[in-house]
């Protein structure tokens, strides 16, 4: 069994309404039947991330133009992925690729990726969310740590990525304990190399640690040579079953 905390004060076995954050599926042009899916999920997937080359690319896609047309239609927020190489890229780059996002494909927020997760760090990341807010005040902003942040970053963004990486690291995680001072649905967990027959487990983790935004996939890293969001997990229909009839404990 995995080392884990008790469920958070507050927190009910019906009292998390999990469902599926995408961190970005490969090119529409690349994965059609992919976000031909996605589209068709419903009220289960609270948001997918663009990433048209790494970023918004340098003129309107029409492909992405559709996918993003039709996840809209459905109700699904749209996010820009924004790199922010762990703090070292130019804060204008950073600005005008999100002009760029809203303007060409109307995001509904933006995904900051591999976001510093230190002190030092708060007063620069606190600037590019809140310039990104100025361009859109309803914008869903996620932070991309991949790691428990300092606690500072939770009073700047709608959710943070507390983990992102392999199952085998993920089944004997720990939740930092100051995530216990805010709602599940401030956090969010990517986890890839889960076997399906562990899905359960994996479900039941996510929601003794109040991480109410989930990405499971049976697909791999590859040992670091590939990237495991670019395709649907193999049970993909079995995940948003289960996401969408509730998670049983």
Same mark, same amino acid.
């Given at each position: 069994?995995?080392?884990?905390?008790?469920?958070?004060?507050?927190?009910?076995?019906?009292?998390?309404?999990?469902? %599926? *954050?995408?961190?970005?599926?490969? &090119? #529409?042009?690349? =994965?059609?039947?992919?976000?031909?899916?996605?589209?068709?999920? !419903? /009220?289960?997937?609270?948001?997918?991330?663009?990433?048209?080359?790494?970023?918004?690319?340098?003129?309107?896609?029409?492909?992405?133009?559709?996918?993003?047309?039709?996840?809209?239609?459905?109700?699904?927020?749209?996010?820009?992925?924004?790199?922010?190489?762990?703090?070292?890229?130019?804060?204008?780059?950073?600005?005008?690729?999100?002009?760029?996002?809203?303007?060409?494909?109307?995001?509904?927020?933006?995904?900051?990726?591999?976001?510093?997760?230190?002190?030092?760090?708060?007063?620069?990341?606190?600037?590019?969310?809140?310039?990104?807010?100025?361009?859109?005040?309803?914008?869903?902003?996620? %932070? *991309?740590?991949?790691?428990?942040? &300092? #606690?500072?970053? =939770?009073?700047?963004?709608?959710?943070?990525?507390?983990?992102? !990486? /392999?199952?085998?690291?993920?089944?004997?995680?720990?939740?930092?304990?100051?995530?216990?001072?805010?709602?599940?649905?401030?956090?969010?967990?990517?986890?890839?190399?889960?076997?399906?027959?562990?899905?359960?487990?994996?479900?039941?983790?996510?929601?003794?640690?109040?991480?109410?935004?989930?990405?499971?996939?049976?697909?791999?890293?590859?040992?670091?040579?590939?990237?495991?969001?670019?395709?649907?997990?193999?049970?993909?229909?079995?995940?948003?079953?289960?996401?969408?009839?509730?998670?049983?404990?």
């Amino acid at each position: 069994m995995p080392h884990l905390t008790s469920t958070r004060a507050g927190t009910s076995s019906t009292g998390i309404r999990t469902g %599926l *954050g995408v961190p970005g599926c490969a &090119h #529409p042009l690349l =994965a059609p039947a992919e976000w031909d899916a996605l589209a068709r999920t !419903g /009220p289960s997937l609270h948001w997918v991330v663009l990433d048209v080359a790494g970023g918004p690319g340098v003129q309107p896609d029409p492909h992405c133009l559709d996918a993003a047309g039709r996840l809209r239609n459905a109700g699904v927020r749209v996010l820009g992925h924004l790199d922010t190489a762990y703090g070292t890229r130019p804060f204008a780059e950073l600005i005008a690729e999100a002009h760029r996002y809203l303007e060409w494909y109307q995001a509904d927020g933006f995904l900051l990726e591999h976001c510093p997760a230190d002190r030092a760090a708060l007063p620069d990341v606190r600037r590019t969310v809140g310039t990104l807010r100025a361009l859109r005040d309803d914008a869903h902003i996620v %932070l *991309g740590h991949g790691t428990h942040p &300092h #606690p500072g970053y =939770a009073e700047n963004a709608d959710q943070l990525v507390t983990f992102r !990486g /392999p199952w085998s690291d993920y089944r004997w995680s720990q939740v930092a304990e100051w995530t216990a001072d805010h709602p599940p649905e401030r956090f969010c967990h990517f986890v890839h190399g889960v076997p399906g027959g562990h899905l359960d487990e994996a479900l039941r983790i996510a929601r003794w640690q109040g991480a109410a935004t989930i990405w499971f996939t049976d697909r791999t890293d590859r040992g670091g040579e590939a990237d495991p969001w670019e395709a649907l997990p193999g049970y993909w229909d079995e995940i948003v079953s289960r996401i969408g009839t509730g998670v049983s404990e």
